[in-house]
C-alpha cells in the first residue's frame, strides 16, 4: 500500500479524502498545520504530500521550501482554494510538482497521486546524505564542505543514488539515468560504481554497495 502525507487544516474535507484514497489502496497519515507537517515528514517517508497552501502556523508554500531546502525530494501536490497563475507560480517556484485547486474531483486527485507516486520530485536543487551534499543544478558534491573530484557519469550515479537514499536503485534505473537506450556491456556500470567508491573515499564514512538482487545503494558507516 502507497502511504501519503495529507496536511489540511479542514478536518471535514480531510477526512473524506482519507476515506476515498483508502479505497484506492492509498494509507494517508494526516496533519492539520505546517508544523505537524514537518514533524510528520521528519519522522516518515512518503511517496506524495498532499499540501494545502493556507495552514494555520505554518503556511504550504513554507513547508514545501523547507522541504526542498533540506533535500528531500518527496512530490508533493499543493491544494488551493484560488485558481489564480500567481499562487500557482509561487507553488512552483517553492518546490511543488502539481496543482489542484478546490473543489477538485476526488478520481483527479487519484490519478494526479498515481502518476506522481511513481517518481521523484524533480524539483530539489540540493541533496543531503549526512556531511555528503549533492548540487543538482551545479552538478557538483561535496563532503564536509570539500569537492568531491568525479567524473560526469560518477555523478549521476551519485545523484541517482542519493535520491533513493538509504533505499536502493536498480541497476535498469542506474543504466538510464546514464546512458538513456544507448546502454553499453553490463560491466561499464560496475566500472563506474568502482570509481565513485574511490572518489568517496574510505575515510568519507560513505559507500556504494551492492543490493542483493536489486541493484546499489549509497550507505553511511552510521547506519
Known amino acids: ?57 505554518l503556511d504550504g508554500l513554507s513547508v514545501c521550501e523547507r522541504l526542498r531546502a533540506k533535500g528531500d525530494d518527496t512530490p508533493v501536490i499543493m491544494l488551493t482554494a484560488r485558481d489564480q497563475l500567481d499562487d500557482k507560480l509561487a507553488g512552483f517556484a517553492k518546490g511543488a510538482d502539481d496543482y489542484l485547486v478546490k473543489p477538485f474531483a476526488m478520481a483527479e486527485l487519484v490519478a494526479r497521486l498515481q502518476a506522481l507516486s511513481l517518481r521523484r520530485s524533480g524539483q530539489v536543487k540540493q541533496l543531503r546524505c549526512g556531511e555528503l551534499c549533492v548540487d543538482v543544478n551545479g552538478k557538483t558534491a561535496t563532503l564536509a ?14 545523484e541517482q543514488l ?25 560491466n561499464s556500470l560496475k566500472v563506474h560504481i568502482h570509481h565513485l567508491r574511490k572518489a568517496l573515499g574510505k575515510e568519507s564514512g560513505l ?11 549509497l550507505v553511511s558507516g552510521a547506519q
Open 1 to 57: 500500500m502507497t502511504t501519503l502525507l495529507l496536511v489540511e487544516d479542514d478536518l471535514d474535507l480531510a477526512g473524506n479524502i482519507v476515506d476515498y484514497l483508502a479505497l484506492e489502496d492509498f494509507d494517508c497519515d494526516h496533519a492539520s498545520n505546517g508544523v505537524a507537517a514537518l514533524n510528520f515528514l521528519a519522522e516518515n517517508e512518503y511517496a506524495v504530500v498532499i499540501l494545502d497552501i493556507n495552514l494555520p502556523r
Open 207 to 217: 559507500d556504494v554497495q551492492s543490493a542483493t538482487g536489486v541493484g546499489f545503494k
Open 145 to 158: 564542505g570539500e569537492p568531491i573530484k568525479m567524473s560526469p557519469t560518477a555523478f549521476i550515479v551519485l
Open 162 to 186: 542519493a535520491r533513493a537514499y538509504p533505499a536502493p536503485v536498480s541497476r535498469e534505473m542506474l543504466s538510464q539515468a546514464v546512458w538513456g537506450e544507448n546502454r553499453p556491456d553490463s
